[in-house]
């Protein structure tokens, strides 16, 4: 009988808590109007349901409850946060960095066709240099999702307040993983991330946006459609839980340096989260890699790249060839990781690798 591979890609996804999944129950069968229909019982349930779930969320991240807008994910409140915030103004600078999600990334290059100034640092020391006096807009991830770096947001929002510059970060990876003190204007990330459903995200919204989509006038009009309810939910009870996905941090950073001492090559820098950690094996087959390690559920990198078979944007910045950089590979640890799977993975790294190395 096969053996389920142990799961070490918590960063691509997480699987939904038990209590995410009791608290949504009942909006798909006893409560399950539509939060838009104002002139019944099931409609006002409905509709208590999603914005009591927006005060959660305003509660944790010390918001106004109409600061907080939801999505289908960290992909669309992305958009909306850039584009939203563009859309009518002139033409002028913008920066991110090269080793953003192709979610930021795209959104960019689509916003250089379209006659917009962008720069991509490759070193986030090259920020406070790169602006210049049209600069209107900033966004750079708060957690790297592949090597797990942390940026020095604070600092960043510094930069952009003295200057009155905007500043979007895209947290998907941070949320869950790291407490905010501050927050930036616009601050986007996704459900599924943090043992809550797919399909549903929120976007921070500190300043004004225009809407990118229009239909029912939903979410204020910035996120027009019929609103998700269950997921809405699911993803506030996911938020009120965020303590407990915190609390296993040390647990995260132990089994890291075991993991680590079992590795030829670290990518992850010192200053990264504890759940992340990403590595080279120089001189393997990738195809191999996976072949030989096959009890262990893992990634080489972002899921948005893992059918491309292209070497991953973000290491080839940190300087790794197109060989090497396939040959990486990224643990990412979550709530229900293990001691005993930390163990089983140490002997099957201390078994296996010497036949890839």
Same mark, same amino acid.
């Given at each position: 009988?096969?053996?389920?591979?142990?799961?070490?890609?918590?960063?691509?996804?997480?699987?939904?808590?038990?209590?995410?999944?009791?608290?949504?129950? =009942?909006?798909?069968?006893?409560?399950?109007?539509?939060?838009?229909?104002?002139?019944?019982?099931? #409609?006002?349930?409905?509709?208590?349901?999603?914005?009591?779930?927006? @005060?959660?969320?305003? /509660?944790?991240?010390?918001?106004?409850?109409?600061?907080?807008?939801?999505?289908?994910?960290?992909?669309?409140?992305?958009?909306?946060?850039?584009?939203?915030?563009?859309?009518?103004?002139? %033409?002028?600078?913008?920066? /991110?960095?090269?080793?953003?999600?192709?979610?930021?990334?795209?959104?960019?290059?689509?916003?250089?066709?379209?006659?917009?100034?962008?720069?991509?640092?490759?070193?986030?020391?090259?920020?406070?240099?790169?602006?210049?006096?049209?600069?209107?807009?900033?966004?750079?991830?708060?957690?790297?999702?592949?090597? #797990?770096?942390?940026?020095?947001?604070? +600092?960043?929002?510094?930069? !952009?307040?003295?200057?009155?510059? !905007?500043?979007? /970060?895209?947290?998907?990876?941070?949320?869950?993983?790291?407490?905010?003190?501050?927050?930036?204007?616009?601050?986007?990330?996704?459900?599924?991330?943090?043992?809550?459903? %797919?399909?549903?995200?929120?976007?921070?919204?500190?300043? =004004?946006?225009?809407?990118?989509?229009?239909?029912?006038?939903? *979410?204020? #009009?910035?996120?027009?459609?019929?609103?998700?309810?269950?997921?809405?939910?699911?993803?506030?009870?996911?938020?009120?839980?965020?303590?407990?996905?915190?609390?296993?941090?040390?647990?995260?950073?132990?089994?890291?340096?075991?993991?680590?001492?079992?590795?030829?090559?670290?990518?992850?820098? *010192?200053?990264?989260?504890?759940?992340?950690?990403?590595? /080279?094996?120089?001189?393997?087959?990738? +195809?191999?890699?996976?072949?030989?390690?096959?009890?262990?559920?893992?990634?080489?990198?972002?899921? !948005?790249? @893992? %059918?491309?078979?292209?070497?991953?944007?973000?290491?080839?910045?940190?300087?790794?060839?197109? +060989?090497?950089?396939?040959?990486?590979?990224?643990?990412?640890?979550?709530?229900?990781?293990?001691?005993? +799977?930390?163990?089983?993975? !140490?002997?099957?790294?201390?078994?296996?690798? =010497?036949?890839?190395?």
């Amino acid at each position: 009988m096969m053996h389920q591979p142990i799961y070490l890609d918590y960063a691509a996804t997480t699987p939904v808590h038990p209590e995410v999944l009791s608290a949504m129950l =009942p909006y798909f069968t006893e409560v399950f109007g539509n939060a838009g229909s104002s002139a019944h019982l099931y #409609g006002w349930r409905s509709a208590e349901a999603v914005e009591q779930s927006r @005060a959660t969320l305003a /509660t944790y991240f010390q918001v106004k409850p109409s600061e907080v807008v939801f999505t289908s994910g960290a992909t669309e409140s992305i958009n909306l946060a850039i584009r939203g915030f563009l859309q009518g103004k002139p %033409k002028g600078h913008l920066i /991110t960095s090269v080793m953003e999600h192709k979610a930021v990334l795209e959104v960019f290059h689509a916003l250089e066709v379209e006659g917009w100034s962008v720069t991509y640092l490759t070193d986030i020391a090259e920020l406070e240099k790169a602006i210049r006096p049209e600069t209107i807009f900033i966004s750079l991830m708060l957690v790297n999702n592949e090597v #797990g770096t942390i940026l020095d947001y604070e +600092e960043v929002l510094r930069l !952009c307040e003295a200057r009155g510059i !905007c500043f979007h /970060t895209d947290a998907t990876q941070a949320i869950g993983k790291l407490s905010l003190t501050k927050l930036p204007h616009l601050l986007s990330f996704s459900g599924h991330k943090i043992y809550g459903p %797919k399909g549903i995200g929120a976007l921070i919204a500190r300043v =004004p946006l225009q809407p990118i989509h229009y239909g029912g006038g939903q *979410e204020r #009009g910035l996120r027009p459609g019929t609103l998700p309810v269950p997921l809405i939910v699911g993803l506030a009870k996911a938020v009120e839980m965020i303590p407990d996905w915190l609390s296993k941090a040390s647990f995260y950073q132990d089994a890291k340096e075991r993991l680590s001492s079992y590795l030829p090559l670290i990518n992850s820098p *010192e200053n990264s989260v504890p759940s992340i950690l990403n590595f /080279t094996l120089k001189g393997a087959d990738w +195809e191999k890699m996976f072949q030989v390690l096959n009890g262990l559920a893992f990634s080489n990198g972002s899921a !948005c790249n @893992a %059918k491309t078979e292209l070497p991953s944007h973000v290491l080839k910045a940190l300087g790794h060839s197109d +060989e090497d950089a396939l040959a990486s590979g990224r643990f990412s640890l979550g709530y229900f990781t293990t001691n005993e +799977e930390i163990d089983r993975v !140490c002997d099957i790294l201390s078994h296996h690798l =010497p036949t890839l190395l």
